[in-house]
DNA sequence: TATTGTTATACTCTATAACTATA
DNA sequence: TATAGTTATAGAGTATAACAATA
């Protein structure tokens, strides 16, 4: 059992891995930023893509957020006809949210950005070093209790 | 020269060292909560203790900081007794800002915690995988051009 | 004129509580 | 009573501009 060597601290896994990280995050918003879309939007569009339509109390749930921090960002998502609101009639307390057809276009022009985000994040790591960095990466985000896709930036600072 | 797989943006080396990033980060106020302490402040007071007296305009380019927001953060740390502000006779224009004996004290108890966090942060990884790990994500950060030890996250969002 | 530190103002984000309508 | 959505308020944090003292 090895602890980890005393490096310095901008040398350490965590130093480093927070400071790309910070980094990875502005260059997202830069990418987004000609699309008029936040980061955060950008979660909930996905994540409606990829989970059809729920009420604004699961989306907050399956991001980590607040519901009360969920109605602004819906009305700025209905705002830009990207989603509508839709009366659930089986629960009449609850909105099922829906993308609309701009909502999908929307969601389909930032997924044709990742992979010039993921070159840029990448650098000059080779194909091999790319594929260790991913799996470490994973490795350590499972250890630290992450759930996949859910990005701790969405939830605030409780 | 191989572009990077179509992987799915949970697993992409920039969602997971952004998703770990934030994690850190937040795991790192976490342990200095206890003590009082702001990564902030605590980015301010390590930076002194590497490199002497600084002009507050020296402290804010080093960290990549308006010298507006710095004023505000010299008055906390001033206040809890960790710095002082003395005139530059040189240029009575800026002071030096000097940790004190207890801002020193500090950057100590703060830094003993650092191997808590890079542990955590580590999770199973073996020796050397650690290793390889942050010789990856050194390399990354070179490409980045990310200065070492200085985090964007105190650059605030321009 | 330029620079250092300062202050003021506005804007964004977030946290908390309380309200309404439904269940 | 409990839950989904909403609103209001206060508090951070940041960005911008402008000011006084000094160079």
Redesign the interface.
Known sequence: M???A??A??????????????????I??ELLAPLGVSARAYGVL?NLAAASTQSQQQLADALGMHRNNMVGLIDELEGRGWVHRHRNTADRRSFDIRLTDAGTGVVERV?EL??T?????????T?R??E???G?????????G?R??????LAG?R
């Open positions: 090895d602890s980890p005393a490096v601290y901008e040398q350490s896994l965590a130093f480093l891995v927070s400071q790309i990280g910070a980094r990875t995050v502005q997202f918003a996905s997924n990742l992979p985000l993921e070159g840029t994040v990448r650098g000059g790591l194909g070093q790319y260790t960095a991913r470490l990466l994973s490795s350590m985000a499972r250890d630290l992450l996949p896709g859910v990005h701790p930036y600072r």
